[in-house]
């Protein structure tokens, strides 16, 4: 009757010892889908809060955009770069009145992005009035370090006519 109740033992331990690895190997599998989301989910956003009606003398309008960078894990990131790509030459409006010179996109910065947090930044663009229609075709990159110093670049939107563009993190 011993011999039994150890090989039940010896089962029920066999059995709880597989139903902890398989737990620990699904809390790996969502740690490790976590991070992904984390490193993933750095987005860029941007909507135009003032959008012209009319072209001003010089066939140019001003809009004013606001850019938001988001970090969604919760672990800050640093050396936030932005590269805002418009189908069109703008001119950004400085506060005192002064245009930089006409460049297909806008670069913003910033050193760090707390985990859970966001940076606005509210600009004021100049863009050729004719091309109001096709503003939609802009793109944005934000690249950034994370926490363990690994360089990650994502695009949004994720997808421009059809083609998933180029990821590059050392997650593949």
């Known amino acids: 009757m011993s011999d039994w109740a150890a090989v039940g033992s ?29 490193l993933e ?20 309008a001003q809009w004013r955009y606001e850019i938001a960078a988001h970090n969604p894990g919760r672990l800050p990131i640093d050396n936030v770069q932005i590269r805002l790509v418009f189908p069109c ?39 050729a009035y004719n091309q109001k229609d096709h503003l939609t075709a802009t793109y ?11 360089e990650h670049t994502n695009r949004w939107p994720r997808s421009a006519g059809g083609e998933m563009p180029e990821h590059t993190n050392e997650l593949g």
């Open 41 to 60: 989910g750095v987005v860029i956003s941007w909507r135009p809060l003032e959008s012209p009606d009319h072209a001003d003398d010089d066939d140019d």
């Open 89 to 127: 030459d703008l001119r950004r409006v400085h506060y005192s009145g002064r245009f930089d010179q006409p460049a297909p996109e806008l670069t913003l910065a910033t050193p760090v992005l707390a985990g859970g947090d966001r940076r606005l930044w509210n600009r004021r663009l100049r863009i």
């Open 140 to 150: 944005a990159e934000i690249s950034f370090r994370d926490i363990d110093n690994g």
């Open 10 to 38: 010896a089962v029920f331990a066999a059995v709880g010892l597989l139903f902890a690895g398989w737990q620990l190997l699904l809390l790996n599998r969502q740690a490790d889908h976590d991070r992904r989301v984390a």
